[in-house]
C-alpha cells in the first residue's frame, strides 16, 4: 500500500481522470475528491486515437476545456489531493492535445488543470 501522506497537490478533472478504471490505472487507487467548478472555461470534445489512453478510459472523445468568451461560462467537475509521483502519472496518460495549467476554482481553490493545447 502506498502512503498518501505526501498528497500536496490539487487537480481538477472535468473528463476521464473522475472514471474509477483511469485512477486504478494510473494511480494504482481510487481517488476521493470534492465537486467544484472552474469559471471561465467551457468544454468541447477531442478524439482520441493513442492505443493506452483508448483502452484504459473505454471511450474515443474524452471531453476538452478552453477559455471562454462568455464571463458566465463554468466548467462543473472534481478536485481531488494527489501527490507530485500522481500528477507526473496524470501528465503521461493525458495525449498531446492536453497542456497543464494551474487555474483558480469557483472555491478559490488552486488547482492544476489539463485544457487544450
Known amino acids: 500500500m502506498t502512503d498518501h501522506t505526501d498528497a500536496t497537490e490539487q487537480l481538477f478533472s472535468y473528463g476521464t ?7 486504478l490505472a494510473n494511480f494504482s487507487r481510487e481517488l476521493q475528491g470534492r465537486a467544484d467548478a472552474m469559471p471561465g472555461y467551457r468544454q468541447d470534445w477531442v478524439e482520441i486515437t493513442d492505443p493506452e489512453v483508448l ?9 476538452i476545456v478552453q477559455p471562454s468568451d462568455d464571463p458566465a ?7 481531488f489531493l494527489i501527490t ?5 502519472a496524470a501528465d ?4 498531446d492535445d492536453y497542456k497543464r495549467v494551474q487555474v483558480t476554482l469557483k472555491s478559490g481553490t488552486a488547482a492544476w488543470v489539463y485544457v487544450k493545447a
Open 17 to 23: 481522470l473522475q472514471d474509477k478504471a483511469v485512477q
Open 55 to 63: 483502452r484504459t478510459s473505454g471511450k474515443t472523445h474524452h471531453p
Open 73 to 79: 461560462s463554468e466548467v462543473a467537475g472534481t478536485v
Open 84 to 88: 507530485a509521483r500522481e500528477l507526473a
Open 92 to 95: 503521461e496518460y493525458e495525449v
